[in-house]
């Protein structure tokens, strides 16, 4: 899952928005470095990551993609997940999808500590600003992040061709979404973090 599902996760579970953000920019002990709030949000992003990662759907997404770019699938998946959950946003809120932005923006920020990671700050400025979350439910703007992503070192390069994959097997993996994504609510919504 990608941002707009781990805050949609955070908001369903009555988690911390801003640490369900915080989770792939902290490592270690989050109990250490932030209130037992952000810190549950932390360890409840890092469940659902790890739910997701080693769900059977995502087994069966992950074999739609050609072997040079199956490590990728994974990243390109959460992209993904993201697209259909913005899609599909009426089913899940009852919220526009610019209006649960909007106020998850005005939450998060009114949560900050005195001090984040650099990183965040600087995705999570980026992010608002360009109203990714929004952007999501457009397939192009996946292609164009992938693109992105896929430029910050030679490593991730192909990640850029994840898309064609994603593009041709459009249909069969939105439908795995409807299979994935209850299930990663309702595991979410029982966990004990």
Same mark, same amino acid.
């Given at each position: 899952?990608?941002?707009?599902?781990?805050?949609?996760?955070?908001? +369903?579970?009555?988690?911390?928005?801003?640490?369900?953000?915080?989770?792939?920019? /902290? =490592?270690?002990?989050?109990?250490?470095?932030?209130?037992?709030?952000?810190?549950?949000?932390?360890?409840?992003?890092?469940?659902?990551?790890?739910?997701?990662?080693?769900?059977?759907?995502?087994?069966?997404? =992950?074999?739609?993609?050609?072997?040079?770019? %199956?490590?990728?699938?994974?990243?390109?998946?959460?992209?993904?997940?993201?697209?259909?959950?913005?899609?599909?946003?009426?089913? +899940?809120?009852?919220?526009?999808?610019?209006?649960?932005?909007?106020?998850?923006?005005?939450?998060?920020?009114?949560?900050?500590?005195? /001090?984040?990671?650099? %990183?965040?700050?600087?995705?999570?400025?980026?992010?608002?600003?360009?109203?990714?979350?929004?952007?999501?439910?457009?397939?192009?703007?996946?292609?164009?992040?992938?693109? %992105?992503?896929?430029?910050?070192?030679? %490593?991730?390069?192909?990640?850029?061709?994840?898309?064609?994959?994603?593009?041709?097997?459009?249909?069969?993996?939105?439908?795995?979404?409807?299979?994935? +994504?209850?299930?990663?609510?309702? =595991?979410? =919504?029982?966990?004990? /973090?």
């Amino acid at each position: 899952m990608n941002y707009l599902a781990h805050l949609h996760i955070a908001d +369903y579970c009555h988690s911390s928005l801003l640490g369900n953000l915080l989770g792939d920019f /902290v =490592k270690g002990d989050p109990d250490t470095q932030f209130s037992t709030e952000i810190a549950r949000g932390i360890r409840l992003h890092r469940l659902v990551d790890a739910y997701t990662d080693s769900h059977p759907v995502m087994q069966q997404a =992950k074999t739609y993609f050609p072997s040079q770019t %199956r490590r990728f699938a994974p990243i390109a998946l959460d992209m993904f997940w993201d697209h259909c959950l913005a899609n599909e946003w009426r089913q +899940y809120h009852s919220l526009s999808l610019r209006s649960f932005v909007n106020q998850a923006q005005q939450r998060v920020q009114r949560a900050h500590p005195a /001090v984040l990671p650099e %990183r965040f700050t600087r995705v999570s400025t980026h992010m608002w600003q360009g109203r990714w979350l929004e952007s999501y439910a457009d397939f192009d703007n996946i292609e164009f992040a992938l693109q %992105r992503m896929s430029q910050r070192s030679p %490593r991730m390069a192909p990640l850029a061709h994840c898309f064609d994959s994603m593009q041709l097997h459009y249909q069969p993996l939105n439908a795995l979404f409807a299979t994935l +994504y209850p299930d990663v609510l309702e =595991k979410a =919504k029982l966990a004990e /973090v």
